[in-house]
């Protein structure tokens, strides 16, 4: 599944272990924004690994949006770097 993760957290300390957690599963593609393909299995070890993480009392917020093989392909990328292995960038 193609998987674009957004995140807004309050504390540094946990927007890094949060940003150091992502990278393994996928690209950063905006500073809190990475896009990933994962499997189901992926995708639920990096939920399991994020849990912990993210404190939702202290208005932490991590957005999944799975997207579709066609949405994927007809994304558009304006500036910035050239995507990697043809995948796309949300600008």
């Keep these: 599944m193609r998987i ?3 995140y807004d957290i309050a504390s540094d300390r946990r927007r890094a272990k949060i940003h150091d957690t992502l990278k393994n599963y996928g690209e950063r593609v905006q500073f809190s924004v990475f896009e990933c393909q994962l499997t ?3 995708f639920r070890r990096l939920r399991d690994a994020l ?3 993210i404190d939702v009392e202290e208005t932490d917020s991590v957005r999944f ?3 579709c093989s066609e949405c994927w392909k007809k994304m558009e ?3 910035g770097r050239t995507a990697r292995d043809n ?3 949300i600008v």
Excluded: F
């Design 4 to 6: 674009v993760i957004s």
């Design 40 to 42: 189901g299995k992926e």
């Design 51 to 53: 849990d912990p993480l």
């Design 65 to 67: 949006s799975r997207l």
């Design 77 to 79: 990328h304006v500036g």
């Design 87 to 89: 995948a796309a960038m």
